[in-house]
């Protein structure tokens, strides 16, 4: 009699253990989706960022490209221009 009691409380507590592990193994994987998603948003931003770099001194270059072609520079800043390009 004893035996059995034992058995089935081993049983019962190996259950509990077996569900314990589950919910740990189901919150791990929502975890490691929360980390790929906020990943993804940074690297998202991150792309954003440089591209928006890239644009202000695409900008900057054509400014002092006006600006030197206005101020008599033109033809210095012209040959420059064709430098930077070849």
Do not use: C, P, W
């Amino acid at each position: 009699m004893s035996d059995d009691l034992i058995s089935s409380q081993l049983i019962h507590t190996i259950d509990l253990l077996r569900a314990e592990i589950k919910l740990m193994n189901k919150n791990l994987e929502h975890y490691q989706q929360l980390t790929d998603q906020r990943f993804n948003v940074l690297e998202k931003s991150a792309s954003d960022y440089e591209h928006r770099l890239r644009k202000l001194h695409d900008i900057a270059s054509q400014f002092k490209l006006l600006a030197s072609l206005a101020t008599g520079g033109g033809f210095l800043s012209l040959i420059n221009l064709i430098k930077q390009l070849i």
